[in-house]
């Protein structure tokens, strides 16, 4: 049976729990199953697509389709609409307010990020109140990241971690060996060409740190160099921060993943 293309694929996710042990059917919750019904008007009979945001895509038809739920039969495991990057690649960047995370968490995932990683910095355009804003806006970006997949053709979703201070990120995020770890500053770097050759031609994976729209503090820049980042400058030009968190992704995938 052809696969279609992802510009025709009618795309729903659900999680590994959904499916059913066997693998020949599953389970769409109350969201994904209301945009099945009633956005798309979908019936007993036609066939969509489904991925389990782990990598896997499923070609599937409509069994029965309910208000809060729809029970669809697999009828074949497909390979995904758009592949994975090779690269690992880790986005780790300075809180920012309300719609401008938004949009990094979208762009970056439409970009191919494994994760991205929100940072309490010195100069952060937010604080968080307590926990519980924490849960909420993670919850927020990570169905954010969802959709993004969804549209973009991906099966895999990025984990959005819980947010995270500068000073433990710098000490213990990727320190592994074969880890490149980036950090983007409006001063004080050397430029990405420069900074590419003390990067390994085989990496396990990067990860790339951009701040706020007031910038690193001295002692950030000095506590990062310590820990053995790499400080990059991007050109003369100064960029808001989540313009320059979706340029720097884009910059890594094209040297390193899968933008050629």
């Not at 604080?127 to 806006?137: G, H, N, P, T, Y």
């Amino acid at each position: 049976m052809p696969v279609l293309p992802l510009m025709t694929r009618r795309r729903f996710y659900a999680p590994p729990s959904a499916f059913s042990a066997e693998l020949d059917s599953v389970n769409l919750a109350t969201d994904e199953a209301r945009h099945l019904r009633d956005v798309l008007r979908l019936k007993p009979g036609d066939e969509v697509y489904v991925f389990d945001g782990g990598g896997s895509e499923f070609h599937c038809r409509v069994s029965e389709s309910r208000r809060d739920s729809a029970q669809l039969k697999i009828i074949s495991k497909v390979e995904p609409a758009r592949p994975e990057s090779s690269l690992d690649l880790t986005l780790a960047v300075a809180l920012l307010k309300g719609e401008k995370f938004d949009l990094v968490v979208q762009k970056a995932t439409e970009l191919g990020v494994t994760r991205v990683v929100p940072v309490i910095t010195r100069h952060a355009d937010i604080r968080l109140r307590d926990e519980s804003d924490a849960v909420k806006r993670v919850a927020r970006w990570q169905r954010i990241a969802l959709e993004a997949a969804k549209q973009s053709g991906r099966a895999v979703v990025p984990e959005v971690n819980t947010p995270i201070t500068f000073e433990s990120l710098v000490q213990t995020y990727d320190t592994t060996a074969g880890m490149a770890r980036l950090m983007f500053s409006e001063r004080g770097g050397q430029s990405l060409t420069e900074a590419a050759t003390d990067i390994p031609g085989e990496i396990a994976g990067i990860t790339v740190l951009v701040g706020s729209e007031g910038g690193w503090a001295d002692e950030e820049l000095g506590e990062a160099r310590a820990a053995g980042w790499i400080v990059v400058t991007l050109g003369g030009r100064t960029l808001r921060a989540e313009t320059a968190a979706i340029t720097v992704c884009a910059l890594i995938q094209y040297l390193y993943g899968d933008l050629r």
